[in-house]
């Protein structure tokens, strides 16, 4: 069974400080890796893509990916009340020989940002 | 922005009975799917969609249900007669499958989602 894991925390930081959320990951033929942020009762929505080793920014948020460990890991910056949420590690093993295959989700990491 | 859009946001049914979720997805995407989330549960996958056939489905993606593209825009999910553990948050999905550099680009983006309450 493929699987992706993550602590269901919840992980509590301040208002302004770094969030760090973390991701493993058993199907070393994964490709591609996403974060999506979920609030209650709510659907997926995507952050960050990630598809190569090292660091991807966009905005206050960095993903890393460390295939050899089989880790990717969010980092969010200045982190706000509005962060508050549970966020969502998935993978896809799709190739360009291959197409897109399915997403595999972990059970997600609930992030709270007191004020 | 495009969007995913699913209808209805909730449903209602009896066991035994058959619904049929809609989703529209984002116009110029090529892949399409279908994934569920019971309550404090992971997202989990059902099926994905693409050139008209299904391309692959989970082993929860029974002979209970089935998917259409019955015409340029919508995408729904069937299913014929529905158990209480199907209760659940639909959520349909599209992307739009092209290569970028030596990848291909799958990010997918999720509609808001029906709640299905068997009773």
């Known amino acids: 069974q493929k699987e992706v894991e993550q602590n269901s925390g919840p992980l509590s930081v301040p208002e302004g400080a770094i969030a760090s959320l973390n991701c493993t990951y058993s199907?070393?033929?994964?490709?591609?890796f996403f974060w999506y942020r979920q609030y209650s009762g709510k659907s997926p929505e995507l952050i960050m893509s990630?598809?190569?080793?090292g660091d991807k920014e966009d905005g206050r948020f960095t993903a890393q990916l460390n295939k050899a460990s089989q880790y990717v890991s969010l980092l969010i910056r200045d982190s706000q009340p509005s962060d508050s949420a549970t966020y969502l590690c998935?993978?896809?093993?799709?190739?360009?020989?291959?197409?897109?295959?399915?997403?595999?989700f972990g059970t997600g990491t609930r992030l709270l940002v007191s004020p | 922005e495009p969007e995913v859009t699913q209808t209805p946001s909730h449903q209602v049914t009896q066991m035994g009975q058959e619904v049929i979720l809609r989703c529209v997805p984002i116009s110029n995407h090529l892949y399409f799917y279908w994934y569920r989330q019971i309550l404090g549960q992971k997202v989990e996958f059902l099926v994905s969609?693409?050139?008209?056939?299904?391309?692959?489905k989970s082993e929860i993606f029974d002979d209970q249900f089935s998917v259409e593209r019955p015409d340029g825009s919508n995408f729904t999910l069937k299913i014929r007669s529905t158990k209480l553990e199907d209760s659940a948050m639909y959520f349909c999905?599209?992307?739009?499958?092209?290569?970028?550099?030596?990848?291909?680009?799958?990010?997918?983006?999720f509609g808001q989602g029906t709640r299905l309450t068997v009773v």
């Open positions: 999905a599209s992307s739009v499958g092209h290569v970028i550099q030596d990848h291909m680009n799958t990010e997918a983006f």
């Open positions: 199907d070393r033929g994964s490709q591609s």
């Open positions: 969609f693409y050139n008209n056939e299904i391309s692959e």
């Open positions: 998935a993978s896809e093993r799709g190739a360009l020989n291959t197409g897109f295959q399915k997403l595999v």
């Open positions: 990630i598809y190569s080793n």
